[in-house]
Every structure is written in C-alpha cells, then in structure tokens.
C-alpha cells in the first residue's frame, strides 16, 4: 500500500458514451453499459504503484453514465513553469525527462501507455519530483472507444495519432477501428513538453485546432523538428544554446516517424542520460503478503519503540496507506458528488434545459446544442481531508503503532478510548461505518496480517470480534491458511486450452451476482472464467457443478486484482466446507449432509421438524442450493460477508447451525403453512437478518456435541488449532473429523440407518466429557450452574443398577413402550420434565430402542435429544461405570 505522505486526494469525472437501450448482444442479453466496462477495466490501475505515477484508489458510477475516478494528486505541475514564462534550465529539462520516462516505462511494462501526457498531468511533489497523472484514462476507456470526446490534447499528440483522425465505434464511415497507440506516441508528448521546458512557452497555443494538426502533420517533410518549432516560435537562440545532450534528447522525442522513434525503455538507456541515471536507483515492487521472496528483510525499527509517537503535531494519518485514508474519508462523510457540485464540475439543470435538439422540414432548428457538460472536463477537483481529520483528533498517536501482546493493557489510552470500547457492542453494521473504530480495527489488521502467519492465533481471536471491510480480502485467506507462492501455482495452470466445462462456465457467469457492477463487467466476467477453470484444471478428480461460481464470486469480488489469491482461498474453502461436494457422483455426499441437517433440525426445533416432517418439506427441496454454495445462491455478496466472516472461523459443521438459523428466523411462516405455501416462501426467500442469523448460528453451534454432526464423507482428520470460538466453546465448535480416533469415537454408519433416526447420535467420548467423568477438560456447565446434559438411561431397573453412568436417569424402555412397541406412558411425564433445556442423551444396550426413545421426545417436542453411539457397551470397558452402594 502507497502511503499517504504529502499527498491529496483528487476527484475527476466525465461521462462514458450513451448505449441504445432496445439492442441486445450475441447472447440474447442486454448490451454491458460503457460505464460499467470502464469500471471493470478500471481496477487493474489500483495495483500499479510507481514513485513515478499518481496511484489510482477508487472510481464510483452515478447518473446517466456518469464516472468519478479518484487518485492521487498534487496541486503543483509543469504548467507552473510554464506560467513563469521563463526557461527552465538543462539540469531540471533532463531531471523530469528521465523522471518521466521511469514512470512511463513502468507503465509500458503493465501494458498501459498514456496517450493523455500534458503540461497540467505531469505533476511535481513537494521535493520536486515528477508524478505523472490520469495515465489510465486511454487504458480504461478501451482507447477511447467508450467515451465520446478523444483521449489526448491536440498540441502534444503525436503526428501518428492525428493522422488516424478521431473515432467512435459507432460511426458508421468506419469499418474497423484505428490501431490503439502505442508507447512511442508518449515519446513524441514528452518531446513537446521539453520543447516548452526549454522554450519557456506554450507551442502553437495561439493558433487554432485545425491549424495546430496541420502544422504538426507537415513536420514529416521537415529535417530538423526541432529547428522548425524553434524557428516558428521564436526561441531559435535559446535552443540553439541548450547542451547537445538535451538537443539531442529533443530530436529523439521529435522524431517523426514512429518506426525511427524510440520507447520509453530505450530512451531510458540512451547515453544522454549518462550524469543523470546514476542519480537514481531502480524501483523494486513491495512484497505481497503471499510470495516466496522475504517480506521483512530490509525492516528496520527504532531502538525505542515510543520515539514513533513522541511528537504530538505529528501527522500520523499521513503515514497510513492512500486507500485506507479515502476508506477512511468516505466513512467521514465524504461525498464525491457534493465536492464535485461545490467546485461547478458537476451541475444540475432544470429539466426543460435538457430537451433534445429536433429540426424541421424548412430546416429551422430548436432546442439546445450538444450539452458540453458530456464532454471531458479534466479538471481535478482536491478533496478536503479537514473533516476526516477533526473526526481522529482524539485518537492518540500510540493507536498507530499498536503493540500486539501482553504490554498493550499498559499503553496510554486516547480521549476516546471509552467511546471505543462501547462500540464493540453495537451491531456490525454501525461498527463498519464508525470512522474511529475502522482506524483502530484496520491498523491492528495490518500489523496483524504483516506478521503472518506468525500472528494467526492472535488473528484469530481479533477476527471474533469483527474483520474491517478493507482488509476482508487479505484476512479471509489469512484464516483460511493461504500460504506460499500463489502467483507462482496459479500461473502454472492451463486457463487456456479448451475443456468440455468451458460452455457450462460460459452459460453460468452472466447469471452470476450480476446486480455487482464489478462482477458484471467484461473483466469481471473474464476473471470469473480463468479462475473457475483454474479450479477445474487442477482438481481433476472433481467436476464443475452449478453453484461452483456462486462460491467463487465472495473470493473474486474481494480479491479482484489477484486471480491467484482468490483460486487460492477458493481452493482452500471447498475442502474445508464442501468436501467431495464436487465429486461426479455426489449424491451419497449430499444425501449424508441432508439427512445430519434434518437431524440438526430435530435436535435444535423438534416442533419445526415434526411440522415440516408432517407436511413432506423434506430439506431436499430446499436445502441442496444454501449448502452446495455456501448460502452465496440465495443471499447478496454484501449479506454473504458478514456471515462468511463467523463461518470461516467455524468448523464443517458450522454450515448446519446457520441453516437452523435460518429455518427458526421463518418459523412463524413455517408452521402456519403447509407444503405449497412453503414452497412459494423458499422460492422467493423472505428477507433474512443475517446478524442475528450469525449470532443464533453460534449459539446452536456451542449447543451441539461436536460428535452429533459426524459425517464419514467429511474431509480427512488434520491437525487443528484455535477453533475460532474461544476456548470456553472448544468442545461444542471443534472439528469432530479432526480429532483422532479412538475406541470410543463415533462409528461411521450406512446412510440407510442414518436416515432411520431422528436425533444425532453422539460418541462415548463427548458423553465422558460432558458428565465430568474425566479429569481434562473444563466443566459444562450453564449459567446457571446445572450441567448442560443429563444422561437418560432406558435399560432395566436390574441392568441400571449393575452399572451406570454417574448422575444419568433410569426411564426403563419397558414403562414407556409396551411388548408390542406401541406407547404406555409419555417420558415426560415424570422426572424428565425438569431437564427440559439440557443435551438429553438416550443411552441403551440396543440401539434401536435408543432411537425409537428418541424420537418419541422429539415427537412431543422435546429439544437436544441425541442417542450414545455404540449405547453403554461402549462405556463397559471405561471403568467409568458406576454401582450404588447397597442399602442398609
């Protein structure tokens, strides 16, 4: 990330060109919006960063096609020189050529070339160095095919680009377009403004536009350019006088021919920069976060950590990233439209002022001409910081330089630290819009995600709380365990050569999240297919099911600019949470997972089970899209984030609890209708509350016995660490497929006799941990101090009592259910009654009677009812079993 430094932020707009609203394209769907394919296009120029060019940070789509780019920007240019009307000296002519060739080659190198070089876009900091702006503009305009006002000011383009002429793709005299300039067409600008450098003057500012273009096209027959604009400007002498290393750069800008002309990078090694190069030392890209090479080998620290924030005039914020700053600014209030309106860049007309131009017969015209406010208006309009600065004026200068163990709950604490602390109880959506808090949150992110993975744990636990929107990206594949080379692998992959998925993939991208302007742009759409079939390619046991690009948009939306980071935390989310969902034949994958969702259900709502069971809405009709996608079909990208931020902190069956979530937010609904009327309700889902979705999902996860949601299908055991909960939920949300088995773990069952059972089974090991039996591990207990379970043993009064667990309940099967299996007396009926609320565990030596127990509680709605897997054979060998004492 560019830091701030003596920086501002700018604002520009102009219009993209107008699409008929009754043509469709090739494939039977509206045409994309220009507007929208310049934003697309627009964010490969966020990650071009360059101590030569002004670092783009954001463009925004109002009205009528209108575009706002904002970027950074600095109120000095070259046109101060030129306002001087004096000739700047050789030094500083060669100092900004060579100044300006760097970023222009740096540019070259990303495929970019300017096209738009003049005196007020070459720009000049504080020190005096060059930083070139609006260099993106030919790029995300497609060349100026998108707009309608050409790309380029007519005293500096180069003869080449005059003599193509203007174009639009809609004009009907062109059968194809021109050649899209090429670098060397930035030499020739560049030649002009050292000309002017040189001169101490604007060239051909005084003659017309059309003369301009004339003058310049007939220079082809001149021998010496320079002479002649010399000549022709009346500055002979001054340049005649110039070193012949700058003459002899200024005939090398000025060469007519492209073909005789060279590119930036070659003139870059041309000896006439022979005293100047060795003044400069080549620029080397920042390591990202995800590389092979050494972040921190060049890192260097003051001895005593406290000297960063002794000085209180110190402008901290300065320091911070430019893009975290114009987060920061929109969250302040910042509006781009309101300061563009206040500066008369943007005006609003009455509506009648804005008829068209119609003409009659005899040839009379009325109405208005073209409205020039369509046309590009260049000018950037600089974006006041004042108010985002008056917002952090209390934040004291350690919060910028969080120490992230132990000793932080000695640091001083600023004027609002209390107002800080009760933010964190707010809900999410105040959190992410409280510009003090984001200021914290993201600095401790990035101190935390520049140390990773050293850091996870710690980023872990910071991610409970909340994950700042502007890092979401970067901290997502961070608690996902992305690591390595990722550039590397992804590139390593054929996203080229045709394969069968291709025309599935192809029919599904446009259906896909399309409401996003990004994801529905042509690039958006291009990197949907290169990272969707990246995944195919490299997982050749699997197959490309729909609803596969549903899970890839979280990770592409975030990640727009790194392909490879998005394949990654995709690649790295399937296995975790969809394992083998994507086999050929996944039907026994599905069906397991439906069937412990159905018993999920049953456990947590038994009436809401009975309900949907009564009226055959089977989960099968309803569920396969919330799980096959992770919830990212049915939901919009800005409601996935929020729940992705918890579901990534959970384990594989934390998916379940956030789909009885969602069931008991449509509960009212549900068990007022029968079957049709459900099926109408999950065709359109109601509107779902997804912070209280995510805060009952957590609850109903530390409610569950990690062993009740057992799958054999899950993914394979694997060494675990923070569960994302705390440790006090350790048992309830660890991964029960990551532990080791032992004797006394759950048995993998034939998914006919899952399906028999109404309540999850749970494994003799939960059950010795939840009654205390054993020695590890912290008491479970509920607030109010009774242990979360009870144990219910329905084997004989005889059987009980030659052994049972400590503190279970004897309900002998027999009182309940007679010979025949038909129903006596209802179980709840005595003293189960008072242990309604507790994990209720059915233990006995058969374990068809421990089911059929179990779904008679269920039946008469009897909440978090599950049966001992393996029943108390299990336990026999434990010598945990118990005998009362005889009576005396």
Not at 209 to 235: N, Q
Not at 376 to 390: A, G, K, P, Y
Not at 665 to 692: K, M, T, V, W, Y
Not at 820 to 832: A, H, K, M, R, S
Request: aromatic fraction near 10%.
């Amino acid at each position: 990330m560019k830091p701030l430094k003596d920086a501002q932020l700018g604002a520009f707009t102009f219009f993209a060109s107008a699409l008929p609203h009754d043509v469709c394209g090739s494939n039977g769907l509206p045409l994309t919006p220009n507007s929208i394919k310049i934003l697309g296009r627009f964010q490969i120029l966020k990650t071009i960063t360059h101590p030569r060019l002004c670092h783009y940070v954001d463009i925004t789509r109002g009205k009528h096609e209108r575009l706002i780019v904002v970027a950074e920007h600095y109120e000095s240019s070259l046109n101060d020189f030129q306002k001087q009307g004096k000739a700047a000296s050789p030094e500083k002519v060669l100092q900004i050529a060579y100044e300006v060739l760097e970023g222009l080659e740096f540019m070259n190198k990303h495929g970019i070339v300017h096209r738009a070089l003049s005196a007020h876009n070459v720009l000049m900091d504080c020190k005096g160095n060059v930083k070139l702006a609006k260099f993106g503009l030919y790029h995300m305009t497609d060349h100026g095919a998108d707009v309608d006002f050409p790309i380029g000011y007519p005293s500096y383009l180069a003869p080449e680009v005059i003599a193509q002429g203007s174009f639009h793709p809609s004009d009907p005299s062109y059968d194809e377009a021109p050649l899209p300039s090429g670098p060397k067409t930035d030499v020739w600008s560049l030649g002009v403004l050292l000309f002017e450098l040189c001169a101490g003057r604007r060239l051909l500012q005084n003659i017309a536009i059309t003369e301009r273009l004339k003058f310049i096209l007939t220079l082809g027959c001149m021998d010496d350019i320079v002479t002649v604009l010399a000549e022709e400007h009346g500055c002979l002498d001054t340049i005649k006088d110039l070193p012949e290393n700058v003459l002899e750069l200024l005939r090398k800008c000025l060469t007519f021919l492209p073909s005789k002309r060279p590119t930036p990078a070659e003139l870059l090694g041309d000896c006439v920069f022979s005293g100047v190069s060795c003044l400069y030392t080549p620029f080397q890209k920042p390591v990202s976060l995800f590389s092979s090479s050494l972040r921190c080998a060049h890192l260097g620290l003051p001895e005593d950590i406290s000297d960063l924030c002794k000085n209180d005039d110190e402008d901290y914020l300065s320091e911070r990233a430019i893009d975290e700053v114009y987060h920061l600014w929109c969250l302040a209030g910042g509006d781009l439209e309101k300061e563009l309106i206040n500066k008369e860049i943007i005006q609003s007309k009455p509506p009648i002022c804005t008829l068209p131009n119609f003409v009659l017969e005899d040839g009379e015209s009325f109405g208005q001409g073209r409205d020039r406010s369509f046309l590009l208006d260049d000018t950037t309009v600089t974006l006041s910081l004042c108010q985002l600065r008056n917002r952090l004026k209390d934040v004291a200068g350690e919060a910028y330089y969080p120490l992230l163990e132990d000793e932080q709950s000695s640091l001083p604490q600023s004027n609002s630290s209390n107002e800080l602390s009760s933010t964190v109880t707010l809900p999410l959506i105040i959190r992410e819009r409280d510009t003090e808090y984001q200021l914290i949150r993201i600095i401790l992110f990035d101190r935390l995600l520049k140390a990773y993975p050293y850091k996870k744990n710690l980023l872990w636990k910071e991610a409970r709380v909340d994950i700042p929107p502007l890092v979401r990206g970067l901290a997502w594949a961070a608690l996902l365990g992305v690591e390595g080379d990722i550039q590397a692998k992804y590139e390593s992959i054929d996203k080229d050569t045709p394969i069968p998925t291709d025309r599935q993939i192809e029919v599904d991208i446009p259906r896909c999240h399309q409401y996003d302007e990004l994801l529905s742009s042509p690039q958006g759409h291009i990197k949907f297919r290169r990272v969707l079939k990246a995944w195919v390619v490299s997982h050749p046991d699997l197959v490309y099911w729909q609803g596969l690009d549903s899970l890839c948009a979280p990770f592409l939306y975030l990640n727009f600019n790194n392909e490879a980071l998005a394949y990654a935390c995709m690649s790295a989310f399937i296995p975790k949470y969809l394992y083998n969902f994507f086999l050929k034949d996944n039907s026994h994958v599905i069906q397991e997972y439906l069937t412990v969702f159905s018993q999920m259900i049953a456990f947590h709502d038994p009436e809401l089970s009975n309900h949907l069971n009564e009226i055959g809405f089977i989960p099968d009709l309803y569920a396969i899209p919330w799980f096959l996608t992770m919830f990212t079909h049915v939901f919009p990208l800005h409601k996935i984030f929020h729940l992705w931020d918890t579901l990534l902190l959970g384990n594989s069956s934390f998916p379940f609890c956030i789909g009885v979530s969602i069931l008991q937010q449509l509960r009212d609904r549900l068990l007022a209708n029968g079957f049709n009327e459900c099926i109408l309700l999950f065709s359109d889902l109601p509107e779902i509350d997804i912070e209280r979705c995510v805060r009952e999902s957590i609850s109903l996860f530390r409610w569950t016995p990690k062993s009740a949601t057992y799958r054999q299908h899950a993914q394979l055991p694997k060494v675990t660490g923070d569960n994302g909960f705390g440790k006090t939920a350790a048992f309830y949300s660890s991964d029960y497929q990551d532990m080791p088995k032992t004797d006394l773990s759950r048995e993998p069952l034939a998914l006919c006799d899952l399906k028999a059972e109404v309540s999850p089974r749970t494994s003799a090991e939960d059950l010795i941990d939840l009654c205390e039996l054993s020695l590890t591990g912290p008491t479970k207990r509920t607030k109010a101090g009774k242990p979360k379970i009870i144990a219910v043993d329905i084997r004989s009064v005889e059987d009980f009592s030659r052994g049972h667990i400590s503190g279970s309940i004897n309900i002998p099967f027999s009182t309940v259910f007679g010979p025949d299996g038909e129903l006596v007396q209802c179980p709840t009926t005595g003293v189960l009654q008072n242990y309604r609320g507790r994990v209720i565990v059915v233990i006995s030596h058969a374990m068809k009677s421990a089911a059929v127990f179990a779904a008679c509680l269920v039946k008469v709605n009897f909440p978090r009812v599950c049966i001992l897997d393996g029943g108390i054979n299990k336990l026999k060998p434990t010598g945990l079993l118990t005998v009362p004492s005889p009576q005396i």
